[in-house]
């Protein structure tokens, strides 16, 4: 059985039909989607569960990664972004401790250097290793230039297709209109070499 995977944030989040996600995965022949991204993490959380997948040899035949940006922090169960809303019956003390990390302790340059470090080890160490279709694209689009060498490398971004900042919310799956989710799914489709 052909399956497929998506990791990442939001933009790969809908398992709607007319999501690119479902549209992806009928032009790839795929018989099924077995994992969908997750709304709010971070880079670490994908590579987290994904290092799970290869322990358990759960690895899907294509594994779509939508790297999200670094200014994430890592939670197994929370999201964690600058100016998260508390989730009612959560220790108040985290989201004071997540105020008080990006006032006091939150470095741009940092986060920025580990990002790409991180994401270069990932894609040549752990990605190169899997005997499986990889490709790679970005939700948001780095500062830094980072190119990534395992399998089909996209080096677009979602946010910017989906018209940005001034557009954001106006698509309601995947951040994106009916239109785009399948412009984006042509668009990933017609890089593949198949």
Avoid at 119 to 146: C, E, G, R
Wanted: aromatic share 14%.
């Amino acid at each position: 059985m052909k399956t497929i995977g998506f990791f990442g944030d939001s933009f790969c989040a809908s398992n709607r039909p007319e999501s690119w996600c479902n549209i992806l995965q009928q032009k790839l022949g795929a018989d099924r989607i077995r994992w969908f991204g997750e709304p709010g993490r971070s880079i670490w959380s994908t590579m987290f569960k994904f290092n799970k997948l290869i322990e358990e040899d759960l690895v899907p035949s294509i594994s779509v990664f939508c790297w999200t940006e670094p200014y994430r922090l890592y939670h197994p169960t929370l999201i964690l972004s600058l100016n998260t809303e508390p989730l009612e019956g959560t220790d108040p003390n985290i989201y004071n401790a997540l105020d008080d990390y990006w006032k006091y302790l939150h470095s741009p340059e940092k986060d920025d250097m580990a990002y790409e470090y991180a994401l270069k080890h990932y894609d040549q160490n752990i990605l190169a290793k899997v005997d499986k279709q990889i490709i790679q694209m970005w939700s948001f689009k780095p500062a830094t230039d980072i190119k990534l060498t395992t399998g089909t490398f996209i080096d677009e971004c979602m946010f910017e297709f989906s018209g940005g900042q001034e557009e954001w919310g106006n698509g309601d799956i995947n951040h994106m209109t009916l239109e785009q989710n399948q412009h984006w799914a042509e668009k990933v489709y017609g890089r593949l070499n198949i």
